[in-house]
């Protein structure tokens, strides 16, 4: 799919009483519409999960994603989940997905302003997440290269993790990848590899793929995918 329209950032517009701005209401509903198409051509229709991927744009956007359809949106960064999270409160049935580094000593605080945890990788997380009685949808990060400054789990110690997590009583729903940076289409066989691993588990969800290669995974079997540039444009930078 071409990145188009959505090539640059949007800017913000007027804002409506309910401080939403509706042109950009419209465009993020075409975008979301288009891609929604894509997706369905590519799998069975409305099996895959589009969250929205927020970090590094304004509130303005999140609420205007939600009033564009959008229910899931994506967050990297603690502090920017937190501030987003108290102005959105409003907004009933947002699912907020973290999928940033999990940092141990934060994993509370992502836990209070977080529905879906994307992005555990140690047994440590999961008996954390017991105790603080989190009971959403967890997935279980997995890397499948060898770069230190990579979070995830390599592919051979997946299955204690998700047999911890069993063990605790959390929900955990599946695996999470981002692909390694190699040309997109030698992508398919690592997304291919994480379909095989859910279905071994019984694991329902499998969130792969972002918007430069979301089409592969569909392909290969993606559940859930994570798109921000191609529904929303650039990210807005700090002068």
Do not use: W
Request: aromatic share 6%; with cysteine.
């Amino acid at each position: 799919m071409k990145k188009t329209e959505a090539s640059k950032h949007d800017d913000i517009g007027p804002l409506s009483d309910d401080g939403v701005d509706r042109a950009l209401v419209d465009r993020i509903r075409e975008r979301i519409t288009l891609l929604r198409e894509r997706i369905d051509s590519l799998s069975a229709p409305a099996k895959v999960k589009i969250v929205c991927v927020t970090k590094g744009f304004p509130v303005e956007v999140t609420r205007a994603a939600y009033f564009a359809g959008a229910r899931d949106i994506g967050e990297n960064y603690l502090q920017e989940l937190v501030d987003k999270y108290r102005l959105t409160t409003d907004l009933s049935g947002l699912h907020r997905h973290y999928i940033g580094h999990v940092q141990s000593n934060k994993l509370r605080a992502i836990a209070e302003v977080s529905d879906v945890i994307e992005t555990i990788s140690r047994t440590s997380e999961l008996e954390k997440l017991h105790r603080l009685g989190f009971g959403g949808p967890l997935f279980i990060q997995v890397k499948f290269d060898s770069d230190p400054a990579r979070s995830g789990v390599v592919p051979e110690n997946v299955a204690e993790l998700v047999g911890s997590a069993r063990t605790f009583g959390l929900n955990i729903q599946g695996l999470m990848t981002i692909a390694p940076l190699v040309d997109p289409k030698a992508r398919g066989g690592v997304f291919r590899l994480l379909r095989m691993l859910c279905d071994d588990l019984g694991l329902p969800e499998c969130s792969m793929g972002m918007s430069d290669d979301f089409e592969i995974a569909v392909s290969e079997g993606a559940t859930v995918v994570r798109l921000g540039s191609v529904i929303f444009g650039q990210r807005l930078t700090k002068n």
